[in-house]
């Protein structure tokens, strides 16, 4: 009888992220990157979907756990190609931001963030789950062993199947869509980002978002001046819309 082999998930640090060491540290088996994981461009293994342990970082220093897709709307400043989105695991993070919202650590914020930064090329689905915002928090033992427990559920429970979803609008912090659970989140357009929105772009947020979204989630008031353009493009799909 032949065995199938499925892809496994992974869990991904780079050696030069304190947060990431510390968060690993507290799991199994996990690839060790050299680099930082924003440049990543491909791996030896081929997984079915990869978690990066990672620090976040901010201006305002306020202590964060949070989780993300990856890729850039517009240029590349800190990683991946331009114009061009990762493969987004709506389910987990879904999950991921479920799981940090039970019992985290006292004085840190719960935040699912934005699309952004590196890596965008990869054949697989890639996520970001980070504890900041300061050297402070990555050096946090019980903040990273709190991010590490939630990743473990990630890898060793499968999440609850939830109709899939992409965002449009907002803050970095995805203050609004950070409190839905209805759908699962894969992309998501901040504001600042809009002005780079067109219907190429679009489509990829369908195409590298997966399970593949039927719905967009739009803020009611986070479109600014690009809110006319923004869902005249999205009328032009098969998404239904729904304000938040």
Known sequence: MEILRVPAPVVLFSAKDAAGRNIVSRLGKVIKL????????KLETSPSFAIVASRHSSKSGTPTLTCHSTGNFGPAEAGGNPRELGIAPALYLRQALL???????????????????????????????????????????????????????????????????????????????????DFALGHICPKYSLPHLDAAMLQQMITRTVPEPKVALVEKKGLGPDKRRVLSLIEETELEVVKV
């Open 99 to 181: 799981n940090l919202k039970k019992n985290p650590p006292a004085g840190y914020e719960i935040s699912l963030e934005v699309t952004h930064h590196g890596p965008s090329s990869l054949p697989f689905p890639i996520m970001f789950v980070e504890v900041g915002s300061t050297e402070r928090e990555w050096e946090d033992l019980g903040a990273c062993s709190f991010v590490a427990g939630v990743i473990d559920k990630l890898l060793n429970s499968p999440p609850a199947e939830t109709p899939a979803a992409i965002g449009f609008g907002g803050g970095h912090y995805c203050r609004k869509f950070s409190k839905v659970s």
């Open 34 to 41: 050299s680099d930082s994981a924003l440049y990543l461009q």
